[in-house]
């Protein structure tokens, strides 16, 4: 079964980093292209920032509200993704979801459950 | 930037046919994606890539993507497709944009 399970989110104080892994499993995690996404609840949805696999560079692209503060990686040999989010803000509180993403032909095809995330004092 | 728009909601009635429209300068040159989600769960894929459905995705969802407009039509629609569509397509400078969101309800 292609599974994918979020963890790391918490409630962190303004300004403070927090780091999200995602645990993938049931598919070639190595060849998967990867992205977060994220959902204040009763909001909409808003991409965070996608990675794409070894044979394709690793590139990363970020959503502008993110960018230079957070950061995607991957761990192949554990299949799993991560998302390191650094001074944080109260705008960043939402659900985050790992999702796959068909290459070339878009589609993110695999979500996972979430993990919340609220940033407030 | 690059922004999708779709109406905030769309109402019909069980059986019948419900367009949702979605707007983006030359969205008809990039691929166009719809996920349903419903109250507390994930989002799921609907349509890729225009027109195709995934598997165990219903064939009366259909879509297509012409110009500036991606339009998902569930036809025959039952009330569990009630929800929130959403919209979503590539571009180089913005990335992943997602469409803002409609809601589906079946009256």
């Known amino acids: 079964e292609v599974q994918l399970v979020e963890s790391g989110g918490t409630l962190v104080n303004p300004g403070g980093s927090l780091r999200l892994a995602c645990a993938a499993s049931?598919?070639?995690?190595?060849?998967?292209?990867m992205n977060w996404v994220r959902q204040v609840p009763g909001k909409g949805l808003e991409w965070v920032g996608r990675?794409?696999?070894?044979?394709?560079?690793?590139?990363?692209d970020y959503a502008a509200p993110v960018r230079g503060r957070f950061t995607l990686s991957r761990d192949d040999s554990k299949s799993t993704l991560s998302l390191q989010m650094n001074s944080l803000t109260p705008e960043d509180t939402a659900v985050y979801y790992c999702?796959?993403?068909?290459?070339?032909?878009?589609?993110?095809?695999?979500w996972g459950q979430g993990t919340t995330v609220t940033v407030s004092s | 930037s690059y922004e999708l728009t779709q109406p905030p909601s769309v109402s019909v009635s069980p059986g019948q046919t419900a367009s949702i429209a979605c707007s983006g300068h030359?969205?008809?040159?990039?691929?166009a994606s719809w996920y349903q989600q419903k109250p507390g769960q994930s989002p799921v894929l609907v349509i890729y890539?225009?027109?195709k459905r995934p598997s165990g995705i219903p064939e009366r969802f259909s879509g297509s993507n012409s110009g500036n407009t991606a339009t998902l039509t569930i036809s025959g629609t039952q009330p569990m497709d009630e929800g929130h569509y959403y919209c979503?397509?590539?571009?180089?400078?913005?990335?992943?944009?997602f469409g803002s969101g409609t809601e589906v309800t079946v009256l």
């Open positions: 999702t796959t993403e068909q290459q070339l032909i878009g589609g993110l095809d695999v």
């Open positions: 049931g598919f070639s995690f190595s060849d998967a292209w």
């Open positions: 990675i794409k696999s070894k044979s394709d560079a690793v590139t990363t």
């Open positions: 030359k969205l008809g040159d990039k691929y």
């Open positions: 890539q225009d027109t």
């Open positions: 979503q397509a590539w571009d180089s400078s913005a990335g992943n944009v």
